[in-house]
């Protein structure tokens, strides 16, 4: 058995949860990204009420995460984003987010994992001491990290690490016996998939060629043609905000508004009247015309009013390329992918055969029948 398997989920482990997880970060306070649980009453939603920390938010096959449980893992996950100094707040605060939504999903996605690699035996109580407390050891030094002060400050202590980490050595053993990673994903396959995307991309290719042409005449009918911009821009445009009343008109623009520092140059560097070239952008090719231009003002030497620009446009999507996403080792990506896609069916299997309950009910059971249905035998 490889001891680098439970190693590499050092810190989500140290946190108390894998990498998959499902519950919003503000776990109880309802919020737009975390509406409340309901009962209706009357045809009226009502919230119910805070949950007790012993209350239990799921069981799987009888193993229950309560929410004192919950709380716990996302004080963990707080503590060790805090860490990480050098991480902006707002990136902090969308992962602490994202973690919470995924918390729940992700227990019940281990819970029958673990209870499947339990059934299946075939591991050695010392073994897994041994794994277990050996990485414990490595994720406390990799996060510098002292045995007291860990316990002394950490929620949880190492009590919750090594949890964590005996249900990721479960997991490992478990998907390791039973997922067979396709043989056929080798050099020869990652060659044939890069041929592949080639040849899509030369079809791709071909095809912005024409779409480019489109725009190159739309420019020669509004500039050498002295066709009306309005008129072409019905005509051709493929934007589908474009109102087609024969201006082409786009919108006012504030100079600090066009975040695009070359367009926003080559858009204030017109006046009222010109028309552009045309201008490439991530999704496709535009002409402009500026209806309108409002210099910047100014009060003494300090500016206090932007330029603003009043402007028409003819758009033109363009295709984007297939950019094929691999590391410096494409085939270990492949098979990583597959062994993925592998676990991913196997737990949508064991979940159908488990008893989940939520006694609480979900978000998604609005009804109070349905959450009394939900109460499950081994909670009683």
């Not at 009060?299 to 363009?318: H, M, P, S, W």
Request: glycine fraction near 6%; proline fraction near 4%; include cysteine.
């Amino acid at each position: 058995m490889k001891k680098s398997a439970i190693v590499a989920a050092a810190f989500l482990a140290l946190c108390g949860c894998s990498d998959n997880t499902s519950l919003p970060a503000t776990a109880w306070t309802p919020t737009m990204e975390n509406p409340p649980l309901r009962e209706v009453k009357e045809g009226k939603p009502m919230t119910v009420p805070e949950m007790k920390p012993d209350d239990v938010v799921v069981a799987v096959n009888g193993v229950t995460l309560t929410k004192r449980d919950v709380d716990l893992k996302l004080n963990r996950y707080r503590w060790f984003l805090a860490r990480h100094r050098g991480m902006e707040e707002q990136q902090r605060t969308a992962l602490y987010r994202h973690y919470g939504k995924m918390l729940v999903n992700e227990f019940v996605n281990t819970a029958v994992l673990v209870w499947a690699s339990r059934e299946a035996g075939g591991v050695d109580e010392a073994t897994l001491r041994h794994e277990v407390e050996t990485s414990v050891e490595k994720t406390l030094k990799q996060n510098n990290l002292q045995r007291d002060y860990y316990e002394a400050h950490v929620p949880g202590g190492i009590a919750a690490t090594a949890k964590s980490l005996e249900e990721s050595y479960w997991v490992h053993v478990y998907l390791t016996n039973n997922i067979v990673v396709d043989p056929s994903i080798d050099a020869t396959l990652y060659t044939n998939i890069v041929k592949q995307i080639d040849a899509e991309n030369a079809v791709i290719a071909e095809s912005n060629r024409v779409l480019r042409a489109k725009i190159e005449k739309a420019l020669v009918r509004v500039t050498e043609g002295k066709e009306d911009f309005g008129k072409v821009a019905d005509e051709v445009s493929e934007d589908i905000l474009l109102e087609r009343d024969g201006t082409g008109f786009y919108g006012e623009f504030n100079e600090d508004t066009i975040q695009d520092e070359k367009l926003r140059k080559a858009l204030f560097a017109l006046s009222a009247g010109e028309i552009s070239g045309i201008l490439d952008e991530d999704d496709g090719w535009s002409i402009y015309k500026v209806l309108d231009y409002k210099p910047e003002k100014f009060n003494g030497k300090e500016k206090v009013e932007d330029a603003q620009i009043t402007l028409a446009r003819i758009f033109v999507a363009k295709e984007e390329l297939i950019e094929p996403v691999f590391s410096a080792d494409p085939v270990a990506d492949l098979k990583n992918s597959d062994f993925k896609k592998k676990t991913d069916m196997l737990v949508g299997e064991l979940r159908q055969k488990a008893k989940i309950v939520y006694p609480h009910g979900t978000n998604f059971w609005n009804t109070s029948t349905a959450k009394e249905k939900a109460k499950p035998s081994v909670m009683k």
